[in-house]
């Protein structure tokens, strides 16, 4: 028959391992939050960098085939997104918009240019990588010349490092202290069985049959945890994509998948990890000091 004593240490474990694996969950959803802000961030850098384009102004005389032709070159270029065709009239009417009248009145004909705009991929969308597409397209005979907002495209590359900076700050300092929170709380569970784990020393078990069930057990306890943190986290996505729709879109379901199998390995690695130097921390220590 368990006596009252045995009774009331059974809960205070029972509750100690409760109180773990909420603690944990938690710490692993906010790392999951962590990692929707950095995805997220991604997408947004990516959105700015394809909004970048440049213009590419045409040599006058060129045949419409020979303007055709010279844009399939530009559209199979790996730093092109895409291209749209400015004639000399939709030139006009873009200046007409921004001048509020029309200026071919005073004019003989249309000075303005037939141009390209060429929109540039992300991954070529640098103040370096453009100024070599630049000096490409300039290289040819079909271009007059080309322009492109310096200054926009400067502080735009700016902000975007300083994002990315800001972003791995953050999730580096929210990883360390989840590591530290989740290393004090199986610490602390470990704690509440030193006097088991020096029994089994006393009888002549070796380390690793003594960690074995601890270690088999921060296992199970790591994919609770992460499995709850799972559940929030996308309860939390599809509360924020239903009352945002339109202006939040988070990453594909490859990306997700991946995100969700990151907190799984962290919360199995981590608990694991930490349990094993908890465990063989009590191990080594002396009887005297395990009442310390």
Sequence with gaps: MIS??????NTRLRSSYLSSVISMSLVLFLLGIA????INAKQITDYFRDSIYIDVYLSDGLKESDISQFRKQIDVAPYTRETKYISKEDAAKNFEKQLGKDFLAILDGNPLPESIEVWISATHSSIDSIGIIQQQLESMPQVQSVKYE???LSLVNTNIRKVNLIMAVFILLLLFVSIVLIN???RLSVYAKRFAIHTMKLVGATQGFISKPF????VVRGII????AIVILHGTIYALQSEFSGILEFADIETMLILLLEILVLGIGINFVSTYFAVRKYIRLDFDKLYY
């Design 35 to 38: 990692g929707l802000f950095l």
């Design 184 to 186: 004090y709380t199986i």
């Design 150 to 152: 310096k200054s926009v």
């Design 215 to 218: 270690l088999l057990q921060s």
């Design 225 to 228: 945890s992460a499995l709850i």
């Design 4 to 9: 009252k004593e045995q009774k009331i240490t």
